[in-house]
């Protein structure tokens, strides 16, 4: 059973901080991974999502890598903003984590 | 585009109810699945499908039962709720069916059984 884990699972930093978000995974065969972002009594937004055979995406302030041999992933988020306050999950194979809760203190 | 939409919103529901809680997609999508959302357990799947009249379970099917009649709607079915099912219930599809991935969601729907 496919099993994803997100580390840690709460984090807070001071605004304009670069900060990284980790996502482990147990299944090293071939499929796509996906950040998501929820914010509080909201559904999940699409953020990156990373083919199997790619490394990384990259969108705005936000850039995902994929290592499949050591079965991470990683969310960086560059110069953060009270804005990108929520919770981010990662998905592999329909497999949720349980998401990291980031708070951005102004 | 409306994209994923979910009725109802909330829901409050006796034990022993039964419901309906609705999906619809128009963006054409093969795939649609059921997610539960619960504190400290993260999103756990209950069924999903891979196109029109397929279904398959996923990791916490039962008590629900799910259709998939025509592309755009995968309604889930609650046959005698209990409390243990309330929950934060969310549906999501993608375009393809082997992506395993679910891309877009809707909003959510609330249920709570008393």
């Known amino acids: 059973k496919q099993e994803v884990t997100q580390i840690p699972a709460a984090l807070s930093v001071p605004e304009g901080e670069n900060l990284v978000l980790n996502c482990s995974f147990t299944?090293?065969?071939?499929?796509?991974l996906q950040w998501f972002r929820q914010d509080p009594g909201k559904g999940l937004t699409s953020l990156l999502l990373?083919?199997?055979?790619?490394r990384e995406q990259t969108s705005g302030r936000l850039n995902a890598s994929l290592d499949k041999s050591s079965g991470r992933s990683t969310l960086y988020i560059a110069a953060s903003q009270p804005g990108d306050s929520a919770t981010y999950l990662c998905a592999r194979k329909l497999t949720f984590g349980k998401g990291t809760k980031l708070s951005v203190i102004p | 585009n409306a994209g994923v939409t979910q009725t109802p919103k909330f829901q409050v529901l006796k034990t022993g109810q039964s419901m309906t809680l609705q999906c619809a997609q128009d963006?054409?999508?093969?795939?649609m699945s059921w997610y539960r959302q619960d504190p400290g357990m993260g999103l756990r799947l209950i069924h999903y499908s891979v196109g029109a009249g397929i279904t398959d379970q996923g990791e916490v099917p039962n008590g629900y039962n799910v259709s998939r009649s025509t592309t755009e709607d995968f309604p889930l079915r609650l046959l005698s709720a209990a409390p243990s099912q309330t929950s934060v219930y969310f549906c999501?599809?993608?375009?393809?069916?082997?992506?395993?991935?679910?891309?877009?969601f809707g909003d959510g729907t609330r249920l709570s059984i008393l």
């Open positions: 299944d090293s065969a071939i499929y796509n």
């Open positions: 963006m054409n999508h093969e795939y």
């Open positions: 999501a599809s993608s375009p393809r069916w082997d992506s395993y991935q679910p891309q877009h």
């Open positions: 990373i083919q199997s055979s790619q």
